[in-house]
């Protein structure tokens, strides 16, 4: 699939775009505030149902009644609507005139990102390492991320029962969701690091030219987190959780670890040696989605190249040579000198 043209309407600072997009790399420059990274967010909201930034009514641009993105592609046309007066219909998903309030899964498009908090993966909170291993399993199973939104909901409950000083019955049903849900994030996540792991330290060492040994864990085995087991294990808790007003155990709990010779990435490597770790994630990420899916992802470069050196910026964009390339930056780079430019001049 190829993003022919991409047009948007009271989106940000966006009062309107509409460009016609190359199928191989295309780059979007302009000065901080002229709205690139919007662009990027609407491509992800047409094509894998939600922005990476903020939610829908923080997109809207100020005094707009609505916000519109359309895609037209090689081989169908989608448009994602939002009206806030609308109490019935806010939001709105168009494919081949079919209309829907949730993009469905079967309708979702591989999109792999790159953007700066990428780059602070390793030394940034785990929620954000949660939120990128979900965010993966998501594009590579269609019913994982259905699944989280369901233990999210269930998680949002007990907790504000626990609030409440709720009693065990009125818990067990949120512990029994809980359990059933969790046990299978655990699962899909510990198969997925353990597949990345298997590569990982070779494209690392690939990029790097160096013998470092580089892996990913998840850092607690889906064994040990069975339904029946996490379930006995937020009954054992209650008491405590009671007390903190939250719900102590699961996998929102849990974390994504990274090391580079046995100890520690975040303690033991450098700052080059964390983006090589980053950008050989990402060429893993690539590589699963497309042997996974089968289908060749969209890859959307939100403003990383400044943070990259010359030879990373070159491994990029020989690794991404084959895929459709959207990205965003100060000024075109050196190493994509054939790429279609877009220009913003100035804050729209």
Excluded: C
């Excluded at 939001?91 to 591989?110: C, G, H, M, N, W």
């Excluded at 990383?304 to 690794?319: C, G, M, N, W």
């Amino acid at each position: 699939m190829i993003i022919k043209s991409l047009d948007v309407e009271n989106i940000r600072s966006h009062n309107s775009f509409s460009k016609q997009l190359s199928p191989t790399v295309t780059v979007i420059t302009g000065l901080n505030g002229s709205g690139k990274t919007s662009l990027i967010e609407a491509i992800m909201i047409a094509l894998g149902g939600k922005s990476f930034k903020g939610t829908d009514s923080e997109l809207l641009r100020h005094g707009a009644p609505w916000w519109r993105i359309n895609l037209k592609l090689d081989n169908q046309e989608r448009a994602v609507k939002y009206q806030p007066a609308s109490p019935k219909k806010p939001k709105e998903f168009i494919v081949d005139d079919k209309s829907t309030v949730r993009l469905p899964a079967t309708q979702k498009y591989p999109v792999v990102l790159f953007e700066p908090d990428d780059l602070r993966l390793l030394g940034g909170s785990p929620s954000r390492r949660r939120a990128f291993i979900d965010r993966f399993a998501g594009q590579t199973m269609l019913d994982y991320s259905r699944v989280v939104r369901r233990y999210e909901r269930a998680l949002l409950q007990r907790n504000k029962l626990l609030k409440q000083a709720a009693s065990d019955s009125d818990l067990f049903a949120w512990n029994v969701s809980l359990a059933k849900y969790g046990a299978y994030i655990v699962e899909t996540r510990e198969r997925l690091a353990k597949r990345l792991d298997e590569g990982l330290g070779a494209v690392y060492r690939t990029i790097a030219q160096t013998d470092d040994r580089v892996a990913i864990s998840y850092s607690h085995r889906a064994a040990a987190a069975s339904e029946q087991a996490l379930l006995a294990e937020l009954e054992r808790q209650t008491e405590r959780d009671r007390i903190l007003g939250y719900t102590s155990v699961g996998p929102h709990r849990h974390d994504i670890l990274f090391s580079i010779n046995g100890t520690p990435a975040v303690q033991a490597a450098s700052r080059g040696e964390i983006r090589t770790i980053i950008l050989a994630l990402k060429f893993m990420e690539v590589d699963i989605v497309e042997d996974t899916t089968g289908q060749k992802p969209i890859i959307l470069l939100d403003d990383v190249f400044s943070e990259l050196d010359e030879k990373r910026q070159t491994h990029l964009a020989t690794k991404f040579r084959d895929h459709q390339i959207i990205m965003t930056s100060v000024a075109a780079p050196k190493a994509l000198a054939r790429a279609k430019v877009i220009r913003l001049a100035r804050p729209i």
